[in-house]
């Protein structure tokens, strides 16, 4: 298809990240053709995971399947990730005579009032589509250009403007729930005890003075590590700190960190923070019948962050970017939607959206909640040590496999943490 991708950013930029890249993302870079180009730079091969409540510590290693054929995982820097990605995007956009502008910041949502045979239906907005987009180039007192097109995907993260035209603006709903919206902060550290090789385990940690969420240490190559903590913008409102200070309160001074840190070095310049829209699933009195958001109306869909789609346990929102951006081509008939993309093709796709993800999503939502009883937390890592089942679960958890089978059961759950 003919495509024309705006681009706010001017690679090579980065986005602030986890950077892990995991198994079912993997999947997709090898079908993008750029799997190889990936593995030939510096990078941290993910042979399994270590989990803890900063006391408790347990290690799981990987499928040995899976690390023996490659597709278990890796953790690289993002900006190394991202520019493979546009790369590789532009390559396959200007072969089909698209075109890229980089350094492109949307300012405005162009409408048009819905006519022929589409029904618009009763969940129609104001009776309009999105036609297009038009903003600068090159920032304030920059060029400004229109763009029309049958159909504009929203791409932008969770504050997309695209987003924000079709939930909020058209809609009047709401754009995003603290209790359903996180707080990250990560930095890079060199010399971390315990990531001297390429290789090895990433660690998600569930300290007490985080109400809920973790702090985490991820490998990205050459004795560099993604340092970062993330936790419900809710929580973090209770606790009166900033991530930064939880985070440094954690290296500084928590007694099994401490002596990791004594020798490491902080990159300079590493220190970000963000946030990050879950998918959990909402509630009649919180939200729309849509889940987890609105992700579509005439003229346009949201795929990624711009569709709410962030994994609540784990934070891990690439594959779902890579799983919806596939999702939205499909939905697109360039023929059949050449006067526009229907508003009934979009409520198609919102559907198989929550479909393939929504298992995923609610799960998570289950091990989110689970994790701020400390006491049940700390039972539960106790109790995986020993059990493999709960051992095989935490990894399901975190991979977001199709068919979490484990979550789903509850006696399951219950016999092994009680029992």
């Excluded at 889940?291 to 784990?314: E, H, K, N, T, W």
């Excluded at 970017?321 to 081509?329: R, S, V």
């Amino acid at each position: 298809m003919k495509v024309l991708l705006l681009e706010k950013r001017v690679f090579p930029e980065t986005k602030v990240c986890g950077d892990a890249v995991g198994g079912r993302s993997l999947g997709f870079i090898k079908e993008m053709g750029i799997k190889a180009r990936l593995e030939e730079g510096a990078h941290f091969r993910v042979l399994g995971v270590t989990f803890s409540d900063g006391e408790n510590f347990i290690d799981i290693p990987l499928p040995e399947d899976e690390v023996e054929a490659r597709e278990a995982g890796y953790s690289l820097p993002r900006i190394r990730t991202d520019w493979l990605l546009f790369n590789r995007a532009v390559e396959v956009v200007c072969e089909n005579n698209g075109a890229v502008i980089q350094g492109f910041s949307v300012k405005e949502i162009l409408y048009d009032a819905i006519k022929g045979g589409d029904d618009p239906g009763p969940d129609s907005g104001d009776g309009r589509r999105i036609i297009g987009v038009s903003g600068l180039r090159g920032g304030r007192g920059g060029d400004e250009f229109s763009f029309t097109a049958p159909l504009t995907i929203g791409a932008g993260g969770y504050n997309c403007p695209v987003a924000r035209g079709l939930v909020k603006d058209t809609y009047g709903e709401t754009m995003s729930v603290r209790k359903h919206m996180c707080g990250g902060f990560r930095q890079y550290w060199r010399n971390v005890e315990g990531f001297t090789t390429n290789s090895g385990n990433i660690e998600i940690h569930f300290i007490d003075n985080m109400v809920n969420g973790y702090f985490w240490i991820f490998g990205v190559g050459e004795g560099v590590c993604n340092v970062g903590i993330g936790m419900l913008v809710s929580d973090l409102n209770k606790t009166k700190k900033k991530l930064r200070a939880l985070q440094h309160e954690i290296i500084t001074s928590h007694p099994s960190f401490v002596e990791r840190f004594a020798n490491a070095e902080m990159v300079e310049g590493s220190s970000k923070g963000w946030q990050l829209p879950f998918g959990d699933p909402r509630s009649k009195k919180e939200l729309e019948s849509h889940q987890p958001r609105r992700a579509f109306m005439a003229g346009a869909m949201c795929i990624g962050d711009a569709a709410s789609l962030v994994d609540g346990f784990s934070g891990e929102g690439v594959s779902h970017a890579f799983i919806t951006g596939k999702m939205a081509a499909l939905a697109f008939d360039k023929e059949a939607h050449s006067g526009g993309f229907p508003l009934s093709a979009g409520a198609i796709y919102q559907q198989e959206l929550w479909k393939t993800l929504g298992p995923i999503l609610t799960n998570s939502y289950k091990m989110q909640k689970l994790i701020r009883k400390k006491w049940l937390l700390r039972r539960f890592l106790k109790k995986a040590a020993v059990k493999p089942g709960l051992q095989d679960m935490l990894l399901e958890a975190l991979a977001n496999k199709e068919d979490q089978e484990i979550i789903h059961n509850k006696w399951f759950i219950a016999k092994q943490v009680i029992f």
